[in-house]
């Protein structure tokens, strides 16, 4: 099946600065989404982006399909963006999501 | 609209019980799907329902049963818990299989004593 890779696993970070988390996958993808999970545990749908670039508000995406990775961007980070960003991939045939590890986000006053 | 709904939040069962974990979504969406999340990690797929009537196995499905009850519903049952089952189960739900956006429920949190 699909490998996916997340990179930092952990990422500590002032309240308004900027950063990137990078999702390495192994295969060709027609699905990729980013997701956060707050404090409480819950799922966020952030975005669904298998290519392109995407923009909501502060956080932005892209997919580069062909060489196989996608980013996050987050920026002027607030301490309510804390929490683990996944990433998850479809692709070819597989009929399921594979979820990375995820990076966790601590965003400090 | 709710969007996925999960019951119960919390529950704690002694080895050898049973349980069933109930999902509802009010989308009108085809597909539908259980995940496992063990601590530090991603989730896992379970067991997923394409559409009303089919269901499919997933990455880790042993141990478990799902009913997909009609398009709205989808349980998950545990027929004799073990240890290892102790997990924070979510539903989801997209409109199309794996090719849309999935939609999760806030989680039922189950530990096995």
């Known amino acids: 099946g699909i490998q996916v890779e997340q990179s930092p696993p952990d990422l500590i970070l002032q309240e308004g600065a900027n950063s990137t988390l990078r999702c390495n996958f192994s295969?060709?993808?027609?699905?990729l989404q980013w997701f956060h999970q707050n404090p409480w545990g819950q799922l966020i749908n952030l975005f669904y982006?298998?290519?392109g670039t995407k923009q909501n508000g502060r956080l932005s995406a892209t997919t580069v399909a062909t060489e196989r990775y996608s980013l996050l961007y987050i920026s002027s980070s607030q301490t309510t963006d804390s929490g683990v960003y996944f990433c998850a991939v479809g692709g070819g045939s597989a009929r399921q999501l594979t979820f990375g590890s995820g990076t966790q986000l601590t965003v400090l006053p | 609209n709710a969007g996925v709904t999960q019951t119960p939040k919390f529950q704690v069962l002694k080895t050898g019980q049973s349980m069933t974990l109930q999902c509802a979504q009010d989308m009108n969406h085809n597909s539908m799907y259980w995940y496992r999340q063990d601590p530090g990690m991603g989730l896992r797929l379970i067991y997923y329902?394409?559409?009303?009537?089919?269901?499919d196995k997933g990455e880790v499905p042993n141990g478990y049963n799902v009913s997909r009850l009609n398009k709205r519903e989808f349980s998950l049952r545990l027929e004799s818990a073990a240890p290892s089952q102790t997990s924070v189960y979510f539903c989801?739900?997209?409109?199309?299989?794996?090719?849309?956006?999935?939609?999760f429920g806030p989680g039922t949190r189950l530990t096995v004593l």
């Open positions: 989801a739900s997209s409109e199309m299989l794996v090719v849309d956006t999935q939609y």
């Open positions: 982006i298998p290519s």
């Open positions: 295969d060709s993808v027609n699905n």
């Open positions: 329902s394409a559409s009303e009537g089919t269901t």
